[in-house]
C-alpha cells in the first residue's frame, strides 16, 4: 500500500510540474510498477519444529496384573500420564489461490518424521510391588488440511484445519514378581486418525520462496490399543487418550512466483 | 529360443530402433524421447502416458477410426506442452496412411549366477549358473481410438525353481495393463489433462519410475533370492486386482487420482493365469489408491515430490497351501495401511539424462485374522521400505546407463511372519543391500532402416546384500550377478 501511495504521488508531481519543467530539467525515470506478491500457486517445501505431546494411558497396571494374576485382579483404575516431546521433520506440498483481492484459500499434504517420545513409571502394587515402565512413541505424523488467509502484499496469515494421521508405539516392560520375578514386554503399534486446527504466518521474501511460523494442534482423541506380549504371550488393551501441539518453521517454494 | 535367435539376427542387420517399438510406430519418436532407459519415462513419455497412449505422428494411421480433427487437437496440445519434436509434416493426413495394431512382444534371456547355489529343490534347474527364458511377453501398446488407448501385457514366465506350489501355478498369464480413456481441457486458468485408467496393478498406471510397478531394477532374475517382505502396494495383488480411477493433470503441474481396487474372483485369476495363493488374500471391499504429485519443471530440470498409497482389507486365505482342498479366506480381515512419498529429479544434458530418485513407503499392519489363527504374533507390525537411486544414461544411439541404487526394509520383529534366529529370537523382516547395472541400448534417436520394429537392451546387474530376512548371516549368498538381453519388437 505504501509502495502504491508513492507511486500515485510521484505520478501527480510529474504531471503537475509541466513541460516547462522539462525543458531545464532532467525528468526522472518513472518509478517501476510494484507488483504485489500473487499466492495463487502451488507450492512445496520442508519444515522443522518441535512436538509436545499428552498422553494418558488407561490402565498398564491392570494390563500386567491381570495377565499374571486373571481378570479382575486389579482393584481400581491407573492412568499414566506422558508429556512426551521431540524433533518434527518433514515436508509439504500444497496449492493456493488468492481471491478477492486479498483472500487466500488452499489445500496442503504435509507429512513429517519425529522423534516425540517420553515415559513414565507405574507401580505394580500386587507384585513385589513392582515397577512397570511405560514408553510413548510417535515416530510419523502426517495431515491434509485446508487453510484460509488475509494476504497483506507478501505476508500471509493465515488458520488451518483437516484430518490428521498419527504413527505411535507404546511399551509397557518390566518384571512382576510372582515370585519370581517374572520379565514381560507388552508392545502395541496404532495409526490413529484424527483431527488438527492451526493457523501461522508466512512471509514471501522473494518471488518463488516464502517462510512460515505455524502453531497446529492434533487431537487424536480416544482409542483402545491392543498391546501383545511376547515373552508370555499375553494380549490385552490400554486405552490412549492423545494431543501433540507442534510449533514449526517451514520453507516453501513457489512455482508461479510473482510480484516482489 | 526361436524367437530371440530371430530378434538377434535382425537386430544385427537393422540400425535404430524404438523402446516399446508400437509406440514408435504410433508417435514417429525416437525411442529417447520417451525414455531415458527401458522403461524410465521422461517429461514427453510421462506426457504421452497421461494422454491415453494415444498421441500421434508416425508414419502409419494412430487407430483404424482416426480423424483429423483428433489429430490437431492432439498436435495443439503436444505444441502446448513444448515437448514434442516438430511432427513430420508428412504425417499431416492421417487418413491416408496404413494402419498397422499396435501390437509388439519382447523376451528377456538372462544369465543367473548367485553367490551361493540355490537350495534344493532346484528342478527344472541347476543349482547356480543358469540362463534362462523368461519372461516373454506380447503387448497391445498404443492407440484404440482417438481417446482410448492401452498398455496391455500377457506373459510367459518359466516355472520356478522347485515348481509351482501349489496346483494353481501357471507359466502364462495376463501382466500388467493399464487401459485409458484419455481427454483435454481449459477451465478458466487451468489447462487440464483428465482421464479414466482400468488397470490390474495399483501403481502400474503412474507416470513417474518412483513407484513400485515400473521402478528399478526393470529386468531382474527369476531365480535368484529376493527379500520375502514388501508392502503391499509394491505388487503383492499385481494382476489379483482390477481396479477403475480418475486421474487429472493440472496446468502441467499438478497430478491427482484416485482408484478404487476389488480381488477377483479365485476362478477369475485363475483363468486369466494368475495364481490366487500368490497374493495374500481377498480384499474384503473396495482398497482405495491415491496419489498426489507436484512436477514443477524448468528449462531442462524436471523435479517431483509426490505421495501414494493405499488401505487394504485382506481376508487371508485359510490354507494357501490347498492341502486341505479350500479355496476359503478367514472371516476376519487383516488391515494394511501404506502410505508412500516419493521424488524425482531429471536433467536433459546435450547427451545425456541424469535422473535422482527415492521412495519411502510406511505399511501399518493391523493383523486382526493373522493374529487370531496364530499367523503372527503381533497383533499389529510395521514394515518401512526405501529406496534411493541414481541413473546416468550416456548418449542418444549407442546409449550406455549407469544405475544405482540402496534399498532397505525393515521392520517389527515377529515370529509368527518372520521366523525365529538360531538364537530363538523373533527375526524381522530386515533386508538391506546395494544394486548396480550398466546397460547398453544400441538404438536410441536417430531413424534408419529396421525402424520403428526392434529394439533392444543389454544388461549387467549385481546386487550385494547386507542383511537378507533379518539377519546378516549368510546373506550375502543371496548376491547374484545377472547378465540379460532383452529384445522389443
Not at chain 2, 481396479?243 to 496446468?251: D, P, Q, S, W
Request: proline content about 6%; glycine content about 12%.
Amino acid at each position: 500500500m505504501r509502495k502504491q501511495l508513492f507511486i500515485s504521488v510521484a505520478a501527480l508531481a510529474v504531471s503537475v510540474a509541466g513541460p516547462a519543467a522539462a525543458a531545464d530539467m532532467a525528468v526522472p525515470a518513472a518509478a517501476p510498477f510494484a507488483a504485489r506478491f500473487n499466492w495463487t500457486s502451488c507450492y512445496l517445501g520442508g519444515h522443522v519444529g518441535g512436538g509436545f505431546a499428552q498422553r494418558d494411558i488407561t490402565d498398564p497396571v491392570q494390563l500386567v496384573q491381570d495377565s499374571f494374576l486373571g481378570a479382575g485382579s486389579t482393584v481400581g483404575t491407573t492412568t499414566a500420564s506422558l508429556s512426551p516431546n521431540g524433533v518434527v521433520i518433514g515436508g509439504q506440498i500444497g496449492c493456493d489461490y488468492q481471491f478477492a483481492s486479498s483472500w487466500v484459500i488452499g489445500i496442503e499434504g504435509s507429512a513429517s518424521g519425529s522423534t516425540i517420545k517420553g515415559s513414565t513409571n507405574v507401580i505394580l502394587p500386587l507384585g513385589a510391588p513392582d515397577i512397570a515402565l511405560v514408553k510413548a512413541n510417535t515416530d510419523f505424523l502426517s495431515s491434509v488440511t485446508g487453510r484460509v488467509g488475509y494476504a497483506f502484499d507478501n505476508v500471509l496469515v493465515y488458520g488451518r484445519g483437516g484430518v490428521a494421521l498419527a504413527g505411535d508405539k507404546y511399551d509397557v516392560i518390566g518384571s512382576f514378581t510372582l515370585p519370581p520375578a517374572m520379565p514381560f514386554s507388552f508392545e502395541g503399534l496404532d495409526l490413529r486418525a484424527g483431527w488438527v486446527a492451526g493457523g501461522g504466518v508466512e512471509w514471501a521474501f522473494s518471488r518463488h520462496w516464502s517462510a512460515n511460523l505455524e502453531y497446529d494442534y492434533y487431537q487424536f482423541g480416544h482409542n483402545s490399543v491392543l498391546m501383545s506380549d511376547s515373552i508370555n504371550g499375553f494380549v490385552g488393551n490400554v486405552d490412549v487418550k492423545q494431543s501433540i501441539q507442534v510449533v514449526k518453521l517451514g520453507l516453501n517454494f513457489h512455482i508461479w512466483g510473482t510480484g516482489l | 529360443m526361436a524367437v530371440v535367435v530371430c530378434g538377434l539376427l535382425t537386430f544385427g542387420l537393422a540400425s535404430p530402433a524404438r523402446a516399446l517399438p508400437s509406440f514408435a510406430r504410433q508417435t514417429g519418436q525416437p525411442c529417447g524421447t520417451c525414455h531415458t532407459d527401458f522403461p524410465a519415462l521422461t517429461p514427453y513419455g510421462r506426457r504421452f502416458k497421461l494422454l491415453g497412449y494415444t498421441a500421434g505422428g508416425g508414419e502409419f494411421r494412430t487407430t483404424p477410426f482416426s480423424s483429423q480433427a483428433g489429430k490437431d487437437a492432439r498436435a495443439e496440445l503436444d505444441k502446448l506442452r513444448g515437448y514434442v519434436k516438430a511432427l513430420d509434416p508428412a504425417a499431416a493426413s492421417d487418413g491416408d496412411k496404413e494402419y498397422v495394431p499396435p501390437i509388439s512382444m519382447m523376451a528377456i534371456v538372462g544369465y543367473t549366477h548367485t553367490q551361493a547355489p540355490l537350495p534344493p529343490p532346484t528342478d527344472p534347474y541347476k543349482p547356480n549358473d543358469n540362463v534362462v527364458l523368461s519372461p516373454v511377453s506380447a503387448f497391445w501398446g498404443g492407440a484404440i481410438t482417438d481417446n482410448v488407448g492401452a498398455f496391455a501385457q500377457v506373459t510367459y514366465n518359466a516355472p520356478p525353481a522347485g515348481g509351482f506350489s501349489d496346483p494353481f501355478g501357471h507359466t502364462w498369464t495376463w501382466d500388467n495393463t493399464d487401459v485409458r480413456y484419455a481427454g483435454t481441457a481449459s477451465i478458466g486458468s487451468l489447462d487440464l489433462i483428465y482421464g479414466i485408467t482400468a488397470n490390474n496393478n495399483p501403481t502400474v498406471q503412474d507416470v513417474w519410475n518412483s513407484t513400485p510397478a515400473w521402478g528399478f531394477p526393470y529386468a531382474a532374475s527369476t531365480l535368484a533370492n529376493v527379500p520375502g517382505t514388501a508392502t503391499m502396494i509394491e505388487g503383492a495383488f499385481a494382476a489379483h486386482v482390477g481396479g477403475v480411477g480418475a486421474y487429472t493433470f493440472i496446468n502441467d503441474l499438478l497430478y491427482l487420482e484416485l482408484t478404487g481396487y476389488k480381488t477377483l474372483g479365485f476362478n477369475a485369476q485363475n483363468s486369466l493365469g494368475t495364481d490366487p495363493f500368490d497374493a495374500p488374500g481377498q480384499f474384503g471391499g473396495v482398497a482405495p489408491y491415491w496419489r498426489v504429485a507436484l512436477e514443477p519443471h524448468w528449462g531442462r530440470n524436471s523435479f517431483m515430490l509426490g505421495t501414494f498409497g493405499m488401505y487394504l482389507d485382506v481376508h487371508p486365505w485359510l490354507d494357501p497351501t490347498f492341502a486341505t482342498g479350500t479355496t476359503g479366506v478367514f472371516p476376519q480381515s487383516d488391515k494394511y495401511t501404506d502410505i508412500g512419498f516419493d521424488t524425482q529429479y531429471q536433467y536433459q544434458g546435450d547427451n545425456y539424462w541424469l535422473t535422482l530418485r527415492g521412495n519411502y513407503i510406511r505399511e501399518f499392519q493391523r493383523l486382526d485374522a493373522s493374529f487370531l489363527n496364530g499367523a503372527s504374533s503381533n497383533p499389529t507390525d510395521l514394515v518401512n521400505s526405501m529406496h534411493l537411486q541414481a541413473s546416468f544414461a550416456y548418449g542418444a544411439d549407442n546409449r550406455i546407463v549407469l544405475t544405482g541404487q540402496y534399498f532397505n526394509v525393515w521392520g517389527t520383529a515377529d515370529a509368527g511372519v518372520y521366523g525365529l534366529d538360531v538364537n530363538g529370537n523373533a527375526l524381522t523382516p530386515n533386508s538391506n543391500g546395494w544394486m548396480a547395472e550398466i546397460a547398453y541400448i544400441p538404438f536410441g534417436a536417430s531413424k534408419a532402416a529396421g525402424w520403428p520394429w526392434l529394439n533392444a537392451r543389454i544388461g549387467l546387474q549385481y546386487i550385494y546384500y547386507n542383511k537378507f530376512n533379518g539377519t546378516t548371516i549368510a546373506a550375502q549368498d543371496n548376491n547374484a550377478l545377472f547378465l540379460h538381453l532383452w529384445v522389443a519388437m
